[in-house]
């Protein structure tokens, strides 16, 4: 039996739940933005496995293809509204499946899971804190509406510290 295509449709599942239960909330009054930042951090902490359970490029690429479609449909169909329906034009919520997927094959090219690990888990919490830390501690906005504070904390997951002190000797 082939566990990398049980695996695959296990997440395609709990993925298309995911959305179901934002939508759920956003339709009893919860705000998109809120439902957006929940499916952002569970869809991509949970895809942090998937370098070990996933040795066959094709299976992730898959992944990738049809949470890619799903999102992108929804978004120009102004569908999924949990995740689309928020006052400025974006396109994160399609983009993200993307950047796992390349964070994936660069981390396969190199033979090194701490690159797919670090890149993914900076992709799960750096714009969650961008928007918290934007939204609650200083709303002074800069040139594009984005906020100091949300800016800074963004930027703080991707220092120097944070990224170049890894233990590469294994």
Known sequence: MNFQLIYLLLYCTAYLFLIYICELLHKRGVPSEYTRKLAHIVA?????????????????????????????????????????????????????????????????YANNENIYLISVSVLALSDPLAYWS???????????GKTLAGSGAFFSLFSPHHLFNINTSE
């Open 134 to 144: 934007g939204k609650f501690f200083a709303p002074i906005k800069s040139g594009k």
């Open 44 to 108: 991509t902490l949970s895809v942090l496995p998937l370098y070990l359970l996933f040795p066959n490029r094709e299976y992730m690429l898959i992944l990738v293809i049809i949470t890619f479609s799903i999102l992108w449909t929804g978004s120009k169909r102004k569908k999924i509204k949990s995740i689309n329906e928020v006052d400025r034009i974006t396109h994160g919520a399609y983009l993200l499946p993307l950047g796992i997927g390349i964070a994936f094959l660069i981390a396969c």
